[in-house]
């Protein structure tokens, strides 16, 4: 793992432990990387509960409850889509703060309105609403899902800090 990762990880581990919680992650486009990168993170097993890698409709709707008429009206790749699947984190988990990431990263996928390089993530505390955010990426697949890793880990922290004040 990088250094930039590998800082992000240590960030959020400190974030989580020094208020006691821990995170869960529900992923489609990231395939898993957050919590690759979350785990590398030795002590992790203090702050990190768990991971859902639900890449397809059925998984979104069997593992984190997403309805399926949310699938249908906005698409996988939504914010009502990211905002289902961070609730259904925290409902499977026993952590207190989850983030959820969807998005297209390519090469194919586009459709009207969501092109290539479109990420919606969603982040949630268990007594707040999710805060929803879809971003724009450049480059090819890997990157699309570096920088969807890297910006979820980036904005956890904000919103973990923010919720401070």
């Known amino acids: 793992m990088d250094d930039v990762l590998s ?3 240590a960030r959020v581990g400190e974030c989580l432990a020094s208020r006691g919680w821990r995170l869960a992650c529900a992923e489609s486009c990231t395939g898993g990387w957050i919590a690759e990168v979350v785990t590398a993170t030795a002590g992790s097993s203090a702050w990190f509960d768990c991971g859902f ?4 409709n059925t998984a979104k709707q069997d593992l984190l409850g997403v309805p399926g008429t949310t699938l249908e009206q906005f698409g ?7 905002a289902a699947m961070v609730a259904g984190a925290l ?4 952590a207190e703060v989850a983030l959820a990431v969807s998005g297209i990263a390519g090469p194919g996928g586009a459709m009207p309105g969501k092109r290539v390089g479109t ?11 999710a805060i929803t955010q879809t971003r724009h ?3 090819d697949r890997e ?6 890793v890297v910006y979820a880990l980036s904005e956890l922290v904000r919103h973990i ?5």
């Open 137 to 139: 990426f450049p480059g």
């Open 7 to 9: 800082t992000l990880s």
């Open 119 to 129: 990420v919606c993530f969603a982040w949630s505390r268990r007594d707040t609403a």
């Open 76 to 82: 996988a790749v939504s914010e009502a889509t990211v």
């Open 91 to 94: 409902g499977a988990s026993r």
């Open 53 to 56: 890698v639900t890449y397809s």
């Open 143 to 148: 990157a699309v899902r570096r920088a969807a």
């Open 161 to 165: 800090r923010a919720a401070d004040n």
